[in-house]
């Protein structure tokens, strides 16, 4: 990784802020010894099923549970009539039934639980349920769903529209004199997680439950399970498992509250991990889209307005498709500036399966559509494609459609001009070959294309975000030593090392101890939204501040400004006033901070006007392509990305997670998509469901900016999911270049570029 631009602290404390120490969990993970929820194990353990509904949309009309209560080894059978306190849960909308009762909205809902002593007596309690259905015909198309064309209502007591979000800016009527438009669509993408939905619950002896769960949110599944289960959430007692992956699909529950049911009903503990297939329809997805957009400049380039229209498939439930709406909708002009506003966003019901948090969260639909409408209006004024988005960059000090001010840098065209100015991809290097060395060039046409998208960070829109810490500074064995104690959830993305790396920088202590991620410390809010290091990173950060000043006050006689440095107190010289474990002594000092970023207002229903968001975030990508053009067949040979992060906390870690997120976006340009018929998923396997794997990933050239935003600790910005949304466009616009199809959906397929 090159850093172009460097600001923030000094100098990099060993293993402090701005280094990159060894991650605790990294040896263990590549060796298979780290122990992932699916490794859990109790003494006397029970083992879950669950009984799915194979219709997107039926009534259920018979259910004998007998044949599976009959079967030696299973304690218990449970349907919704067994859930003792509410019986829906959701994360904006309590919506979504622990168990179906009379109607089931999407292939896959959970309709009965079973706890057997061995899995594969669960399994087969399971199948000996007696269920019928009367089928009913689906909700499938959003279109249809939005208008109300003769589709039935998802929920009868509700409307298919689950939310509009309008964007209105300047003249609704400007006219300009070159106009493009272009209708896209996205197909649904998967998370894909490595590690598949498990947990285990143990009864308590206080009548509550212990759950051991993979999740991102550790507070807001105990709200839920709370309810769910009828009990105070003091009694359901939430800690983080080994998490293999997450993307925003572990923000909903999945067996959390089956779990439990199931353990306090049999008075054991009970483990449920999914089968890859069950995980496909055990948690939510990304929300296939289609988008209308009209894109007006002036003979110069210069856009006068943008006219959009973007359509979410929400599926049968609303999971945070609410969210999702609105960031489509506040970003889904790209990262331009541009006078003139008409965006309309809707999140539908439909029996689909239902589709939620994953990374990028609608900015990645809208940031394809948009980047290729500035594609064609690049050749419909005969300029290159990074001089005409350069020519509409937004900077600091400009508005986005929301009125909301660009108060941080904002360096598009900086970011642009990078990507574009790096040497070619060398013919010798990546020789014509097509994908699997198909042919030995005949027909094989090389492309380059670019991108660039905006993303927010933290949560918006009014939303109270902030993160709780526990920092505790004591001797241990005569030194000092740090435990940090949080509510966040390492779901791979390195916090573990960031908040001891913050410790370090803060208080000058090398021994840092990261307690497990637990609700007996206050809410750290989701990992999700790019937010852990900005949110409980402050909070930590707030926390070492606060003992620092407790500790610095003990000593007397010293004039001037103090720091911790290596475990020692140093005047503003360096000049080492006293050993930090000399000022310790024999008392601890305990700080729990609550940290708030500043505030963010909803917006406006009619307009959309507000200050919905608390920064923005900027990447861009260049890729380039090799394109078998009588195949169809697409060789990605190399990327370069450009990304401005504010402050690089963890700079390996900042490349790691720009190298998975533009991972996940050639996936959705290429091969990812979940296959729908008739609301029915035809591909719930790794054997179908495509994934870019080493061999489709090219060489990548990194480039990452750290201007500092002023509002955030040590000016950082997010960093996880930037990378996503450009580089899909940038693939696309690639193969564009390469063959001169129009290429309006991703994942692009070979059909699509030889044209039958």
Known sequence: MS???????????AGGVGASPVRPDGRLKVTGEFAFSSDLWADDMLWGATLRSPHPRARITHLDLGPALRIPGVYAVLTHEDVPGRRLYGLEHVDQPVLAADEVRYQGEPIVIVAADHPETARRAVKAIGISYDVLDPVTDPEAALHDDGAPRVHADRPNLLRHVPIRRGDPHATAAVVVTGEYEVGMQDQAFLGPES??????????????????????????????????????????????????????????????????????????????????????????????????????????????????????????????????ATLGIGPYDVPNVVMDAYGLYTNNPPCGAMRGFGAVQACFAYESQMDKLAAALGLDPVEVRVRNALHTGDRMPTGQLVEGPAPVAELLRLVQSKPPAGQADFPPGGTANTTRGEGVVRGVGYGIGIKNVCFSEGFDDYATARVRLELVGGRPAVLVHTAAAEVGQGLVTVQAQIVRTELGVDQVTIAPADTAVGSAGSSSASRQTYMTGGAVRAACQAIRTRLLDRVDGIAGELRLVDGRVVDAEGEVVADLADVLGDEAIEETVQWR???????????????????????????????????????????????????AVNPAAVTGQIHGGTAQGLGLALMEEIQLVDGKVRNPSFTDYLLPTIMDMPPMTVDVLELADPHSPYGLRGVGEPPTISSTPAVVAAIRAATGAALTRVPVRPEHIVGV
């Open 3 to 13: 850093a172009t631009v460097h600001v923030g602290l000094a100098a990099t404390v």
């Open 199 to 328: 947990g285990l619950a143990v009864p308590a002896d206080d009548g509550g439950v212990d759950l051991y769960i993979a999740t991102q949110w550790l507070h807001v599944d105990q709200q839920q399970v709370a309810a769910c289960l009828g009990m105070p959430a003091d009694k359901v007692r939430l800690t983080l498992a080994g998490v293999g992956g997450a993307f925003g699909a572990r923000e909903d529950l999945s067996m959390q509250v089956h779990a439990c049911l199931l353990a306090l009903r049999t008075g054991r503990p009970v483990k449920m991990v999914y089968g890859r297939e069950e995980s496909f329809f055990g948690h939510v997805h990304r929300h296939p889209a289609r988008l209308r957009y009209e894109h007006g400049a002036d003979s110069h380039g210069r856009l006068v307005y943008v006219k959009a229209r973007i359509l979410l498939d929400g599926g049968a439930y609303a999971s945070s498709s609410g969210a999702v709406v609105a960031n489509a």
């Open 597 to 647: 970023h500043r505030p963010t207002h909803p917006l406006d229903p009619e307009t959309g006007q507000g200050d919905a968001h608390v920064q923005y975030a900027f990447a861009a990508h260049r890729a380039t392509v090799d394109v078998d053009t009588e195949l169809g067949l697409v060789k990605v040979v190399e990327i370069v990305t450009a990304q401005d992060v504010g402050k």
